[in-house]
């Protein structure tokens, strides 16, 4: 019999229908989480599904507890919550559900995009309190030159989104990539030149703070900047800095570096911010996706097989 430890708050229907069968063990893990009861609840999982809401964090102590764990299955796309690295030295590995909130995430984008260089949530607030503020004029969007900081799932969907609109599109990888109709420049270029700039990049050590202070003053004075990633990759000190002074434009952001957003930040209070409580990939099609990915994996272990989407380069242990 298999048994799946689930860390995310699904329910024990909902793990056996993902499994697709009824010969199979089910944990559930505390909710609300309790970090240190995890080793014991992952110990003898043969499959363990990690936490969507990031309140469980399977480091190297709980990765060392698993005795015979053949798949760690996130049911997202950032894997930040898994220490990937320690799982890969096990040889465990970590599959995603890539991809799954390709097009509900890129139409976020467009969707902070527009409403930036129209001023249009600042309008809708002066409407609201009885107001007609017309004394913004926007932009077209088309007119804008865009930078894409990952040309990945994502950013490729971003890019064919901005296309449509007519934009000039810069990007920068790491990766070997190459778009038509989309120029790759290096990151210091892609700043200095883009009046939007939207990031996606996974949360690890060589991006946490990608964007910090020099990188923000190095974008155009009166641009852009869209982050729907991670939180930590944007410096959240910096970036409050650089819109109070004036030189950023605007932000729209659904990612922060702990949500959620505490009540103070100086980021509510801010009329050239559009925020949002980590709802890229909160729609109807991107749940399903999700939920399709992680039952395919599931039972591709359950029946032997190697899972897809593995992110840490591991051996598959079957």
């Known amino acids: 019999m298999t048994t799946i430890a689930c860390l995310s708050p699904f329910s ?3 793990v056996l229908k993902l499994a697709g069968t009824q010969d199979v063990k089910v944990i559930l893990a505390p909710q609300p989480p309790v970090q240190a009861e995890l080793p014991d609840v992952v110990a003898d999982a043969d499959i363990v599904i990690s936490d969507n809401t990031h309140r469980y ?14 798949l760690i299955q996130q049911p997202a796309v950032g894997f930040d919550v898994v220490d990937h690295h320690a799982a890969a030295e096990l040889g465990i590995p970590v599959a995603n ?9 890129a139409d976020l984008v467009l969707l902070g995009a527009l409403t930036l260089v129209r001023h249009a949530a600042r309008a809708d607030r002066g409407m609201r309190h009885g107001g007609w503020p017309k004394d913004r004029i926007g932009n077209e969007l088309g007119t804008r030159t865009v930078g894409i900081i990952g040309l990945g799932n994502i950013g490729t969907a971003v890019a064919a989104r901005l296309k449509a609109f007519g934009c000039r599109i810069l990007f920068h990888d790491i990766a070997a990539r190459s778009m038509a109709g989309a120029e790759s420049v290096s990151q210091e270029e ?19 703070g990608l964007i910090g202070t020099t990188e923000l003053a190095t974008m155009r004075k009166g641009s852009i900047l869209i982050n729907t990633s991670r939180g930590p990759v944007v410096d959240e000190a910096a970036l409050v800095a650089a819109l109070g002074s004036g030189h950023l434009g605007g932000a729209a952001l659904d990612v922060f570096e702990v949500e959620p957003l505490a009540a103070d930040s100086p980021l509510r209070t801010m009329e050239n911010v559009f925020i949002t409580p980590h709802i890229g990939g909160a729609t109807e099609e991107a749940k399903a996706r999700a939920m399709n990915t992680v039952e395919i994996n599931i039972r591709r272990v359950i029946d032997g097989k190697p899972p897809f989407n593995v992110v840490n380069f591991t051996t598959y242990r079957g």
Request: hydrophobic residues 40%.
């Open 97 to 105: 559900a890539q991809g799954y909130n390709r097009d509900s995430v």
């Open 190 to 208: 892609l700043l200095a030149n883009s009046d939007i700039v939207t990031v996606h990049v996974p949360l690890d050590a060589e991006t946490r």
């Open 12 to 14: 024990e229907d909902l």
């Open 57 to 70: 964090k399977l480091d190297r102590t709980a990765l060392q507890a698993m005795r015979r764990c053949r």
